[in-house]
C-alpha cells in the first residue's frame, strides 16, 4: 500500500512540519506587543502616565479630565488632546507641574481639539499634569477616549503619545 504523502523520519507527514516550522518562526520573529507601565525611568519618550475624571461618576454636571504626561528627553513646546464631539470644556485647562505649580500655557478650542501651548517649552524627564476643567459630556458613556499628541520644539508636526481613556463610573 502507498501512502499519498511523504513522511520523514519522525513519523509526521512533511506538510505538517512545514506549517510547524512556519509557526514557530513567524512568533518568533514578530515582535509581541508590550503593555506601557507609565514608568518615567523606563521610557525616553514622551508618554502618558495617568488618565481620569473627578468626580468619577457619570452623574456630574461638571467633572475635571486629568491627563498625566511624562515629558521624554526633548522639550516640548505645545500639545494637542482631540475630545469627542459630545464632549465640552466649559472652564479651560490650567498645566500643572509634579509640585502643583501652574505653568504659564495657553489654549484654544476649535473643532474638536484642545491646542495648548507653552509659553516656555516643558523641559525633559519631568511628570506634568493637565486638567480640563468644567468637562461636560453625556451621561451615557462610562469611557471616554481622548487622543494626545505634542510638539517638540523645533518640529513643526504633531506626534501622537498616546490615547488618555477617561473613565466614569455609575
Given at each position: 500500500?502507498?501512502?499519498?504523502?511523504?513522511?520523514?523520519?519522525?513519523?509526521?507527514p512533511k506538510?505538517i512540519?512545514?506549517?510547524?516550522?512556519?509557526?514557530?518562526?513567524s512568533?518568533?520573529?514578530?515582535?509581541?506587543?508590550?503593555?506601557?507601565?507609565?514608568?518615567?525611568?523606563?521610557?525616553?519618550?514622551?508618554?502618558?502616565?495617568?488618565a481620569?475624571a473627578?468626580?468619577?461618576?457619570?452623574?456630574?454636571?461638571?467633572?475635571?479630565?486629568?491627563i498625566?504626561?511624562?515629558?521624554?528627553?526633548?522639550?516640548?513646546?505645545?500639545?494637542?488632546?482631540?475630545?469627542?464631539?459630545?464632549?465640552?470644556?466649559?472652564?479651560?485647562?490650567?498645566?500643572?507641574?509634579?509640585?502643583?505649580?501652574?505653568?504659564?500655557?495657553?489654549?484654544?478650542?476649535?473643532?474638536?481639539?484642545?491646542?495648548v501651548?507653552?509659553?516656555?517649552?516643558?523641559?525633559?524627564?519631568?511628570?506634568?499634569?493637565i486638567?480640563?476643567?468644567?468637562?461636560?459630556?453625556?451621561?451615557?458613556?462610562?469611557t471616554?477616549?481622548?487622543?494626545v499628541?505634542?510638539?517638540?520644539?523645533?518640529?513643526?508636526?504633531?506626534?501622537?503619545?498616546?490615547?488618555?481613556?477617561?473613565?466614569?463610573?455609575?
Open positions: 500500500m502507498e501512502v499519498s504523502y511523504l513522511r520523514n523520519g519522525f513519523g509526521f506538510k512540519l512545514w506549517y510547524l516550522m512556519i509557526f514557530i518562526v512568533h518568533g520573529v514578530v515582535t509581541q506587543p508590550s503593555l506601557a507601565s507609565g514608568r518615567p525611568s523606563e521610557s525616553q519618550a514622551t508618554h502618558l502616565v495617568d481620569f473627578s468626580p468619577a461618576v457619570a452623574q456630574a454636571l461638571n467633572h475635571t479630565y486629568s498625566k504626561l511624562h515629558v521624554g528627553n526633548k522639550p516640548i513646546k505645545a500639545m494637542v488632546i482631540t475630545i469627542p464631539s459630545r464632549v465640552k470644556v466649559r472652564n479651560g485647562v490650567n498645566v500643572q507641574n509634579r509640585s502643583g505649580e501652574l505653568i504659564d500655557s495657553s489654549y484654544q478650542i476649535e473643532d474638536r481639539q484642545i491646542k501651548n507653552f509659553e516656555q517649552a516643558l523641559e525633559s524627564e519631568q511628570i506634568v499634569r486638567s480640563l476643567q468644567g468637562v461636560r459630556s453625556p451621561r451615557y458613556s462610562n471616554w477616549m481622548l487622543p499628541s505634542i510638539r517638540h520644539q523645533g518640529i513643526d508636526f504633531d506626534i501622537p503619545v498616546g490615547t488618555a481613556y477617561i473613565r466614569t463610573f455609575d
